[in-house]
């Protein structure tokens, strides 16, 4: 059998804000499937990958390939762009929409489908996330767990066009971030659920612990423009690696510091 095509690899990728590298010449690949969490102290770079995943921004050097394709582009002005999608840490609905139209809104504007098909599809997602009899409302008539529901179902929904081989790519910024403990443990379960549902492959931001250890299989630790350490949730737990002890401990002893000024 052929060895499956990687979903992500970037290559000595590096990312720099003047004269100073956010990433520093990384490399990453990522299989089809795969759940992947990347881990680090606030203005590490975690923002700066995700938004290279989404097209928002291109490297300074080096390349990234998604899906075996090279990103020479952002994502706007591409002309077959690949199947990523972005789950922001608000929900991000448009007030003004319904839920049907917000989750089936990328379908109205591109796909080839009746009103009764679209709506299909929608409270197909809505349902594998959990809600029902929701699409008629507006998003200001939901409570916030809720409409965090709707920005997953929005991410689930498939363009036909696209054929039954769709692989997305899902992007998870910050997902659980001032969630309760039991709020969390519902929205981790909704990310392996609508990375397995979508048959895709995650990249999760997170410093939330019970995040990191829940919703994702490997992990990336940030610091210093590198990938620092790299290993599974189990190895996450119990490695004596100082960046990782430190990043588990909250401890202000160890390789983390604040940048000097
Ligand atoms: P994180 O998500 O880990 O908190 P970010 O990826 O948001 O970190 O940012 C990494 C670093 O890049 C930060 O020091 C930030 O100030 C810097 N940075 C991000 N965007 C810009 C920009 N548009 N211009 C200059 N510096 C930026």
Not at 5 to 15: A, G
Not at 91 to 108: D, M
Not at 250 to 259: E, F, H, N, T, V
Request: aromatic fraction near 6%.
């Amino acid at each position: 059998m052929s060895q499956p095509q990687s979903v992500v690899e970037m290559r000595d990728l590096t990312m720099q804000w003047g004269n100073r590298p956010v990433l520093d010449r990384v490399n990453l690949t990522m299989q089809p499937g795969e759940r992947l969490v990347v881990v680090g102290p606030s203005g590490a770079g975690k923002s700066t990958v995700l938004r290279l995943l989404a097209g928002l921004q291109l490297p300074t050097s080096g390349s990234l390939h998604l899906f075996g394709t090279p990103q020479s582009y952002l994502r706007l002005d591409q002309i077959d762009p690949p199947d990523v999608r972005l789950v922001f840490q608000n929900p991000a609905l448009l007030a003004s929409l319904t839920v049907e139209e917000n989750v089936g809104f990328l379908l109205r504007e591109k796909a080839q489908l009746s009103n009764t098909e679209i709506r299909e599809r929608v409270d197909a997602c809505l349902e594998a996330v959990g809600l029902y009899d929701v699409a008629h409302l507006y998003p200001g008539e939901l409570s916030g767990g809720m409409q965090k529901r709707v920005s997953f179902a929005r991410a689930l929904i498939d363009d036909p066009e696209r054929g039954d081989q769709a692989m997305p790519l899902l992007l998870y910024d910050e997902p659980t971030a001032g969630l309760d403990p039991v709020a969390c443990t519902r929205i981790e379960d909704l990310i392996v659920k609508t990375t397995t549902v979508a048959k895709g492959c995650s990249v999760v931001v997170s410093h939330v612990r019970s995040t990191i250890e829940r919703s994702a299989e490997r992990v990336l630790m940030l610091y210093g423009g590198q990938f620092q350490w790299e290993g599974s949730v189990d190895d996450f737990r119990c490695t004596d690696n100082p960046y990782v002890e430190q990043f588990r401990t909250g401890s202000l002893r160890g390789p983390m510091q604040p940048a000097e000024h």
